[in-house]
């Protein structure tokens, strides 16, 4: 491997010019893609295998062109006080209202609130349903603004107007704390580097490899399908795996640089070396993210897809495309320990503060001396920080999470004040009676046990279809659609519907939007142990064969464990209880987001082996080139501690820049990622696993030898560049002589 890489690296330092150009090319390439390519609106939305789904696809057969999953709207109408919406002029102004809304070509229906009996009891506040004919996620934006243009007219004449529903549903927008987030990771590379130059490149290269990423994305969503979210979640990862596997293979090229070797030569150990943990690195996220696809959620799938696409091209950008403007840039990028001119560089340093050991040094030296002090702290801190974890409540947001200030809030609040708060999220109940002897009786059965349940305020009569075999029945909970109260109402209904098909023959589905959060959250329940089984059984075989060793991998994923269930632990206290909910911009708190658990696991367990083998490997390095245990990870930590700590602040940095998202999943998963890389890099990699490995000593890099005999070498550590012989340095002096 090491060997291979090494061959790739001096190609593309020596052939700079061919490799800049493919690179460029693709980038123009998946540009003109994405600019030509049709305007792909919203992703579908499926969840193959649940009941709410299968509901779905019935009323689809049985039902045609009633649009079961259309997207759906509710205009809101509120008379002034002391008014009623019953009043002349108010009836007239709901009434062309609804006329305007039935312009709408998207539009299937719209009921009136005064022939639907949508008009509250004490006749100040109505609504008026408008059914659309494609999903909430495919709707158009012309006719998203029809809808608000026609909320708008009727607050012109005096009436409180607001909007809910998922017609609503827009594409989310990240704000300007993303631009922030690259502007810290570029200070952090130039104080790393303490040159301009070589800290560019971490950041060219990433943005080149986000940007062929996500054009990529744009020119295949129609085809494919992939939805707004797809390409923000691609660009949070690409952005921050794309500068750090640059930021590696840029400093250990500016460590070969200082041992006396050639540009050409160092760029090619740098690849040799740092590249192959780029590779590893580069592999477990892409396992972690294309393991998603166990959870059978399409969306699900391909969003990790998507973002696994992004994170093949960051390495191979870090493999080719850093060594070939590494070639463009000559001795421009100077050796470890020296500033470019423009950053204070070229005075003398003073041989005592040359022979300083760094902080990492320090840090490590002092790690080994008290493992067990630094263990037990460690353990007891990231556990106390997984405490809220026990109190997690999964759920999808609905417009009451929404901010109060946003419309569909509004209209949340003003239909739980004038019809109850269950309003907000009815149960619809689909009787499948075909093969009942009496589909009619089978219908009132239903609707008279479910009215004999608790927590139910109003069934609605059965509605058959035109063949008489099948109905939809709607139901009007007491409580509101994210209660638990609700979600044993539909599993009662669920347990009487296996009653019902015993006596009747007649099958009983709920579904609607309350029913489907409440399966999509039992579906992620029930994935997410045979996706740890399968993300961290593969990682760890691959770590094995990295590390050559049982206990580093495992302790690798004990210490994953640790921080993802801190990092679950800080996302409850944040966005379920309210702590710093102000400074995170958190308006309303509320359940956390059902796929959230699952995908942090995934994208956290990638990125935290990426500082274990970054780490890890020059640890390894040493010890066997001679140096004991303890030596070992004190030299990892002198030449990998300081490059892994500026990784992990970039990182940070550009998952805190989508905190700003508008999308709350977008905002949750960048807070959920930043806080989760600052409990593993600088928790777990930084003190447990130089505390680990110091009280296992030998023992930590014990391999059976059936085990070693069988494990192919992939030489990570470079042994094999031995092998070459140092003409290189002078082949290499003598072609950048004009440079």
Avoid: C
Wanted: charged share 20%; proline share 4%.
């Amino acid at each position: 491997m090491a060997t291979f890489l090494y061959k790739v690296g001096r190609l593309a330092f020596r052939r700079r010019h061919f490799v800049a150009l493919i690179w460029i090319a693709l980038l123009t390439l998946a540009g003109v893609g994405a600019a030509s390519a049709p305007a792909a609106g919203n992703s579908s939305f499926s969840i193959p295998g649940t009941e709410a789904q299968k509901a779905f696809d019935l009323l689809e057969q049985r039902f045609p062109g009633m649009a079961a999953d259309g997207a759906t709207a509710r205009v809101v109408f509120k008379a002034p006080e002391g008014e009623k919406m019953t009043d002349p002029a108010h009836r007239a102004t709901v009434e062309k209202t609804v006329r305007e809304l039935s312009d709408g070509s998207e539009v299937g229906s719209v009921t009136d609130p005064y022939k639907a009996d949508a008009v509250s009891k004490d006749g100040t506040i109505a609504y008026a349903s408008v059914a659309y004919d494609v999903s909430g996620m495919e709707l158009e934006e012309s006719s998203r603004e029809a809808l608000t243009d026609a909320a708008d007219h009727a607050k012109d004449a005096g009436l409180t107007v607001e909007v809910g529903g998922d017609a609503l549903s827009a594409a989310p927008e990240t704000g300007a704390t993303e631009i922030i987030g690259i502007a810290i990771a570029a200070v952090v590379l130039v104080i790393t580097f303490g040159s301009l130059l070589a800290a560019g490149m971490p950041l060219l290269t990433a943005l080149i490899g986000v940007g062929i990423g996500v054009s990529s994305i744009a020119a295949l969503a129609s085809a494919l399908d992939l939805g707004s979210t797809t390409s923000i979640l691609a660009s949070m990862i690409g952005l921050a795996v794309g500068i750090d596997y640059a930021l590696f293979i840029v400093s250990r090229y500016r460590a070969e640089r200082a041992e006396g070797r050639s540009p050409e030569h160092a760029a090619g150990r740098a690849v040799g070396t740092a590249g192959s943990a780029v590779v590893f690195a580069g592999l477990t996220v892409i396992i972690a993210l294309v393991g998603l696809s166990v959870v059978n959620i399409p969306m699900l799938t391909k969003m990790g897809v998507a973002a696994a696409g992004t994170v093949a091209i960051a390495v191979l950008i870090a493999l080719t495309l850093i060594p070939a403007l590494l070639g463009y840039a000559g001795r421009r990028v100077r050796p470890a320990g020296e500033k470019s001119k423009l950053l204070g560089g070229g005075r003398a340093q003073s041989a005592e503060k040359a022979a300083k050991p760094n902080m990492g040094t320090r840090w490590a030296s002092f790690v080994v001396r008290r493992p067990v002090a630094v263990l037990l702290l460690g353990v007891v801190g990231l556990g106390a920080a997984a405490v809220p974890a026990g109190s997690l409540e999964l759920g999808l947001p609905d417009d009451g999470s929404q901010p109060t200030s946003t419309t569909q809030r509004r209209a949340y609040d003003l239909l739980s004040e004038g019809f109850g708060p269950g309003f907000n999220g009815p149960l619809m109940i689909v009787v499948d009676a075909k093969s009942s002897d009496d589909p009619k009786g089978a219908f009132t059965e239903v609707g008279d046990e479910i009215k004999g349940l608790p927590d139910v305020v109003t069934v609605t009569p059965a509605a058959p279809n035109k063949a008489g075999d099948t109905a939809t029945i709607t139901v009007i909970p007491d409580s509101k659609p994210s209660s638990v109260t609700t979600e044993d109402l539909v599993h009662a209904i669920r347990d009487k519907g296996t009653d019902i098909k015993a006596g009747t023959d007649a099958e009983v589905f709920v579904t609607g939007s309350t029913a489907m959060n409440i399966d999509i959250s039992q579906k992620m329940n029930d994935a997410l142990v045979p996706y740890l089984v399968l993300v961290v059984g593969l990682a760890f075989l691959l770590l094995i064969v990295v590390f050559r060793s049982i206990l580093v991998p495992l302790k690798a994923a004990l210490g994953f464990l640790l921080s993802v269930l801190a990092a679950l632990g800080a996302v409850v206290a944040v966005f379920q209880w309210g702590w710093l909910s102000g400074l995170m911009g958190v308006e309303e708190t509320g359940p956390v987001m059902s796929m959230m658990p699952i995908f942090m696991v995934g994208v956290v367990f990638g990125l935290a082996m990426d500082y274990e083998v970054f780490l890890v490997t020059r640890m390894r390095e040493a010890y066997i080139h001679g140096e004991t245990p303890s030596q070992a990870v004190v030299t990892g930590f002198r030449y990998g501690a300081r490059v892994v700590t500026a990784a992990a602040i970039i990182m940070m940095a550009v998952f805190a820049g989508f905190i700003g998202s508008s999308d709350s999943m977008v905002k949750m998963i960048g807070f959920g990622l930043a806080i989760a890389v600052l409990f593993d890099a600088f928790v777990v990699r930084m003190a447990l696993v130089p505390a680990v490995l110091a009280l296992l000593g030998k023992r930590a890099w014990w391999l059976p030898k059936w085990l070693d005999r069988v494990l192919p070498n992939v030489d990570i550590e470079g042994e094999g560049l031995k092998d070459h012989v140092e003409d290189d340095d002078r082949d290499g002096n003598r072609e950048l002589a004009h440079v």
